[in-house]
């Protein structure tokens, strides 16, 4: 019940495209759910987050899709650049834990 | 402001021994977190620290341990080295302890490896 259960594993993308991460959770004390990229050599760096009382937060070309009754959030990068090519981490929080997905390799191809 | 700075960035160890990394939080922030990250794993929580206490500690034996001090700096040791403590260790420090709904700022981890 305290899992977080992110796909696809690993995903390349044309540049130019969407690239679209999935994550799923069970646990319904959930009320903050981040997203995380991170690239070699680098620690974990917030990229965008949400609330459940809200369906869809955009920052640039990223966005956030949520949908509580399903229990699933996911992100969407617009126009991927090779730039975004990255490990993606989702993550969701109670009040006492933040429980991660197991990440998403992204590649971008030029 | 300075970003979470963990020290050493790279270390390696041989089995047995036991090693201690350092993690210094963002000015102001009172919460540190410590996770372990590994290809297979993923990020793996190890604990917790907000105002000198352990608040919450993940599911790992008891040759890993932490402390926070006064001014909100912390540690984590590991004691007995094995082969599989290899890994990168991840420090992140927020503004109020996870809950709080403040998001986590990661240093760029200590990379242990273990011979």
């Known amino acids: 019940q305290q899992q977080v259960k992110q796909s696809p594993q690993s995903l390349i993308v044309q540049k130019g495209g969407i690239s679209i991460i999935n994550c799923a959770y069970e646990?319904?004390?959930?009320?903050?759910f981040p997203w995380y990229q991170q690239f070699p050599g680098k620690g974990p760096a917030l990229l965008i987050a949400?609330?459940?009382d809200v369906s869809e937060k955009k920052e640039g070309r990223f966005t956030i899709s949520f949908n509580k009754s399903a229990k699933q959030f996911s992100l969407h990068i617009m126009d991927s650049q090779p730039g975004d090519s990255a490990t993606y981490f989702c993550a969701a929080q109670s009040n006492y834990q933040l429980i991660w997905g197991a990440g998403t390799k992204l590649i971008i191809k030029p | 402001k300075a970003g979470v700075t963990q020290t050493p960035r790279y270390l390696i160890k041989t089995r047995g021994q036991q090693v201690t990394l350092s993690c210094s939080p963002i000015s102001g922030h009172r919460s540190v977190s410590w996770y372990q990250q590994t290809p297979g794993q993923g990020l793996q929580f190890l604990f917790e620290y907000f105002s000198e206490t352990q608040r919450n500690k993940g599911n790992f034996p008891g040759r890993f341990s932490g402390r926070q001090f006064s001014n909100s700096r912390s540690e984590m040791n590991v004691s007995t080295l094995e082969l599989g403590d290899s890994a990168l260790y991840l420090c992140?420090?927020?503004?109020?302890?996870?809950?709080?709904?403040?998001?986590?700022?990661f240093g760029d981890g200590t990379r242990l490896s273990i011979l």
């Open positions: 992140a420090s927020s503004l109020s302890p996870t809950g709080g709904n403040q998001p986590q700022h």
């Open positions: 646990n319904t004390a959930f009320d903050y």
């Open positions: 949400i609330r459940p």
